[in-house]
Each structure stands twice: as C-alpha cells, then as structure tokens.
C-alpha cells in the first residue's frame, strides 16, 4: 500500500511544464510601446497589481504600489516593476501618512478593496477605481471585455489614449495568430477549464466564464467549458467528490500549486477522473488573472505551448 502511495504524485503528475511554455513567455511581446525606461509624471500610485501592470504597459512609472513584492510573485512581475518603486503596504490598507507624504496626481485601485475608502483617497488625490470583479446583478460579465473599458479608461487619463488602442489591436492580432496555430494542430473546440489548488480545505480553484482564462481559451479556438462561480466572483471551488463535474475536460493547471493539492491527488479517487485517464492535465506557471494585454498575450502563449507540447508557438 505505502509503495504504491509513493508512486502515485509520479503517475499523477508525469508532465513537467514543456520547456516550450518558457520560451514562449520569454518571447517578446508584440506591443508598442513597451519599454525599460519609464515616463515618471504624472505621478500615479497604484492600489492593485492590474494598475501596475496597466501603467508600465503604457510606459507610465507608478510612483508607488501596495504590496511590491506581491507583484513580483504573483502577478509575474511583467513588466518588471522598477526597484525604486514604493511601496505603501497592504492592497486593502494602504498607508494614508505614506500616501499623504508622496503626494501622488492620481490613486488607481479597485472597487472590491477601495470602494470603502474612496473618500478618504479622493482627500489626497483624484481617485480612480477601475471594475474588476463582476456584480452579482452582472450574469453576463466577462473581465476581457471590462478589461479592455479599464484600459482605456485609464489611457485616457494619462493622456495615452492612442497607444492602448494600438497595444489592444495588437493584442487582438496575436490571439488570432495563436488561433491558427490551436486550429492547424487538430484542437479547435478542445473542452478545457483551468485552475489551480488553493489549500486551507478548498480544494481545487476553477475559473468561470468571467475569467480571463475563458476568454483566452476561447478567443485562441478553444472550448471554455466551465460555467460555475461563487457571487462576486470569477471562479468556484472544487472538492475531491465535485471534480467529476468537470467531466471529459482537459485540465490547464497552474504546476506551482500542486503542493497544495495533495490530499486530492492522493486519493484514489482522483486517477479516476477522465482528464488522469486520459493524460489530459497541462501544466503551465502561474499567470496574471486580472491584468491588461501583456497578461492576455503570456496566458494565451502559455496555453497553446502547453497543449502543443512541445511545438514552438513563437
């Protein structure tokens, strides 16, 4: 019995992310205006890793962000965030003495964690909170779409207008070409969802149809096939006895999560679902969820690597 425990991980988890997912994202990306040195004013300071990523897409420095490091791990830290960069604490709690000090000409944040406070930011800057989780009253919301009003919305502030609607046609050109790459190898339509294991007993995360990832997938010719999430927000949790649910689907899962997914993969149960059966798992590293075109382009590269294993998507 313990012999056979300490094989399954290996059964389970035979893929490797493809070297092909690596170069992929280490491509350049094809956006204008992407640059290693960055335009300082207007003074921007950024509440959430998506206004991070938004202005240094549109060749603005932020003059601070909450949670710094938390960007450069969990947000992929693409673009790079510049090392003199502050930073202002917790994304929820932010550090009004520290705002108040800088003095910033725009505050960018969300309304899932700044809604509360947007008076007290307003008092120190203009205060922009740009939608990023869907409303319970929003059935039909989808963040690709919302991301694209954000971005422009955003752009327009800074007087960028022209380059994010340049970088979004760009965008839409490069899930088009990947298109054709999903399609010349036999997988248009492939049923896929994508998630990644959480831990603290909630098992395995799989995003909706709001998400990002389903738009991706579909737009690069694939089938998004979960539909599922919790009020507010862009996925569902999954228990070990809920995963049949997601039936004949391939699985796209983030590989740095697996740790946390032990007691499910463990389980004799899990060998059972089709995508095991099937070897129908495809590992890539963890993706920016809520960001602008350069999250789209590395998640829409990172998938078609990943089930192309092993051909080059550049």
């Known amino acids: 019995m313990f012999a056979a425990m300490t094989l399954l991980p290996v059964q389970v988890f035979a893929k490797e992310i493809n070297e092909q997912v690596f170069q992929a994202l280490a491509q350049p990306l094809p956006l204008t205006g992407l640059m290693q040195t960055y335009q300082q004013e207007p003074k921007v300071v950024a509440l959430n890793w ?3 990523e938004m202005l240094l897409s549109l060749g603005i420095q932020p003059q601070a962000v909450t949670s710094r490091n938390g960007y450069r791990q969990w947000q992929s830290n693409s673009p790079a965030l510049p090392d003199d960069v502050v930073d202002v604490g917790n994304r929820a709690f932010p550090s009004f003495p520290l705002l108040m000090q800088l003095q910033p000409d725009l505050i960018v944040g969300y309304p899932f964690r700044h809604a509360r406070i947007r008076g007290d930011l307003n ?3 203009p205060t922009l909170l740009l939608q990023q989780f869907g409303r319970i009253d929003q059935p039909q919301y989808r963040y690709m779409q919302q991301m694209r009003r954000n971005y422009l ?3 327009k502030q800074l007087g960028k207008a022209e380059l994010a609607q340049v970088q979004l046609r760009e965008m839409d050109t490069e899930l088009a070409r990947l298109k054709q790459k999903i399609f010349a190898a036999g997988l248009a ?3 896929v969802a994508y998630g990644k294991f959480v831990g603290m007993g909630y098992g395995l ?3 909706s149809q709001q998400s990002l990832a389903a738009s991706v997938a579909n737009d690069i010719g694939l089938n998004y096939v979960w539909a599922t999430n ?10 070990l006895e809920q995963i049949k649910l997601l039936g004949n689907t391939a699985l796209i899962l983030v590989q740095e999560t697996q740790s946390k997914g032990e007691r499910m993969t463990l389980s004799p149960l899990w060998t059972q679902h089709e995508f ?3 070897d129908d798992i495809y590992y890539v590293p963890a993706l920016w969820s809520f960001g602008g075109p350069v999250s789209v382009i590395r998640m829409a590269r990172a998938f078609t690597a990943a089930l192309l294993e ?4 550049s």
Request: zero cysteines; aromatic letters at 6%; charged letters at 25%.
């Open 310 to 313: 092993g051909s080059d998507v």
């Open 153 to 155: 919305t955003l752009a």
């Open 123 to 125: 008092r120190i800057a």
């Open 276 to 278: 095991v059966k099937n």
């Open 189 to 191: 339509d492939k049923p």
């Open 230 to 239: 919790l009020p507010g927000k862009d996925f569902t949790h999954l228990q």
């Open 50 to 52: 998506s206004a991070a």
């Open 205 to 207: 995360r799989v995003f």
